[in-house]
C-alpha cells in the first residue's frame, strides 16, 4: 500500500484497535494520550508525504483499493488541492490532539473520545482524497457520526444531548439528499466516479460504463440541486445553519476547534468537486445555464450567510456561540468565491480554507483555555482574566485580529484575495466582506475588552496549563507567519493546486491511463 492509500487507513487502524488498548492498559490515560498521538502524528507524516509526492508530480496521483480501477472499484486520485487540505488537516488534528487531554483532564472516557476523534480525521481524510463520488458519501457518513457522538461526549448535560441530536437529524437529512442525488447520477451516467462523471458530462468516453441514458441536463440539475443543498447544510449555510450554533458550543472547546476548523470545509470541498472537477471547464448550452445559476444561488446564499452571520455574533453572550456564528459568516466568503466559478475564486476560497482554519482552532483553542479555567462560556464570567491569563490572551488577540482581517495576519490575505476575486463579478457582492468584517470586529472588540479590562465578578486564581498555552503559541505564531509568507505560499502552493483542479482534463486522463495500465480498456 502506497502514501495515497495509507494516509486514511492509519486513523482508522487507530480508532479500532484503541477500546481493546485501553482494556489491556487498564485505562491508563498517559497511555491513551500517547497512543492518540502516535497515531495522530503517524497520519502527519504520511500526509506530509502525499503532499510531497503529489507537489512533485504532474499528475494527481491515484490509489485503487483491492486492486480494482475505476469505474468499477473506488479508487483514490489526488490532487493538489486535496492533498494540501489534508496536510492541514492531519497538522491541526495532532496538535489539537495534544491541547485535549490537559482539557478533558477530570473527564472520565477518554479512550471513546479518542476513538471517535481519529474515527473522525479517517473520515476527514478520506472526504479530500477519494474521487468516487459514492466513497464521498461513505466517508461524509463517517465524519459525521464521529461529529455527531463528540458533541454528545458531555452525555450528563441536556443541552449537548439536544445539539447532538439537532445535528444528527439535519445532518443526515442532508446525507439523504445527497444520496438520491448519487442515484439519479447514477441512473443517468452509469458510474459514480468522479473522473468518468466528467468524462461523459464533457461528452468524452470511458471505458465498461457506457454512453449517457435519458436527458442528462435534468439529470445533472436535480441531482447538483439536492447535492448542493446538502453540502449547504454540512458548511452551515443559511437558511441550513441553525444546529452549528447550539453543536459547536455544546462540544468540548477542542471538538469546537475542529468542527469550525475542518468540518464544515467538508460542504465546500465536495462542491469544489463538483463545480470544478466534474461540471467545470467548457459545457453544451444546457448543463452551462445549469452551472451559472447555481452559482449565482451558492453567491446569494453565502452573502447572506456573511452579513447573517457577523450581525448575531454581536447578539451573544455565549463566547462559544459568538465563535459558532463566525464560522458561519467565514463558510459564506468560501461559498461566494466557489460560486463564481473563476480560477481567482477558486484560488481565494483555497487560501482562506487554510487561513480560516488556523485562525479559528487558534480562537477556540484560546477561549478553551478561559472556559477551562472557570467552567463558564459566558463572556461576563470572563471579565479580567486576561490579565491572569496571558497566553490564553495572547491567542485571543491574535486570532482576534486574523480573522477580521487586520494585516499582517494570515487571514488578510485571503481576505484581499476574495475581495478581488468578488470585484470580478459585482462591486456589491465585495463591499459583503467589508461590511461583514467590521460587523464582526465589533463583536471581538467586545469581548476582548471584557477579557482584558472588564471587572471580575468575583476573585478567582486561574492558571495555564503548559500544553495548552504551547498548541496556541504555536497556533499564533502559524497565523503570523503564514500571513508574512502569503505572497510565496500564493505563488508555490495555492495558485499551482487551484490550476490542477480546474484541469478538468488531466483529471479524467489520469484515471484513463491508469485504467489502461490495468488492462481494462
Known sequence: MDVVGLTPVIPVIFAFALPLTSIIVKGNRKIIQAYALLGTGLTLISAL?????????????????????????????????????????????FLIAIYSYR??????GLEWYYTLYLGLEAGLIGVLLTGDAFNLFVMIEVTSIAAYALVAFYRGRKD???????????????????????????GAFGT????????????????????????????????????TWAFLIKAAIVPNHFWLPEAHPAAPSPISAVLSGLVVNVGVYALIR??????????TPGLAKIVGTLGTVVIALGAVSALFGALMMNAQRDVKKLIAYSTIMHMGYLFMAVGLGTQLGLQAALFHIINHAIAKALLFLAAGMFIHAIGSRDINDMAGLG???????????????????????NVFFSKLLLFDALMEKSLALAMVIVVSSVTALVAYMRVFYKIWLGKPSREVAVGESKSMAF????????????????????QHYIEPAATQTMDYKLYIQTALEYASRLKLL
Open 49 to 93: 508525504k502525499l503532499f510531497e509526492l503529489v507537489y512533485s508530480s504532474e499528475k494527481p496521483p491515484i490509489y485503487t483499493f483491492g486492486g480494482w480501477t475505476a469505474p468499477i472499484g473506488i479508487i483514490y486520485e489526488v490532487d493538489r488541492t486535496g492533498a494540501l487540505i489534508t496536510l492541514l488537516t492531519a497538522a491541526l488534528m
Open 471 to 490: 498548541v496556541v503559541l504555536l497556533l499564533a505564531a502559524a497565523v503570523v507567519v503564514i500571513g508574512l509568507a502569503a505572497p510565496v505560499i500564493l
Open 387 to 409: 490579565r491572569q491569563m496571558p497566553m490564553a490572551t495572547l491567542g485571543l488577540a491574535i486570532a482576534t485580529l486574523s480573522l477580521v482581517g487586520i494585516p499582517p495576519f
Open 160 to 186: 449537548a444531548v439536544h445539539a447532538a441530536l439537532k445535528y444528527a437529524f439535519i445532518g443526515a437529512i442532508g446525507t439523504t439528499m445527497y444520496f438520491l442525488a448519487l442515484g439519479i447520477l447514477y
Open 192 to 227: 459514480v466516479n468522479l473522473a468518468d462523471l466528467s468524462a461523459k458530462v464533457h461528452g468524452l468516453s470511458f471505458p465498461v460504463t457506457g454512453s449517457p441514458v435519458g436527458n442528462i441536463v435534468i439529470a445533472s440539475g436535480v441531482a447538483l440541486a439536492l447535492a
Open 103 to 108: 482539557y478533558l483532564e477530570h473527564e472520565e
Open 274 to 283: 463538483f463545480l470544478y472537477t466534474v461540471y467545470g471547464g467548457e459545457l
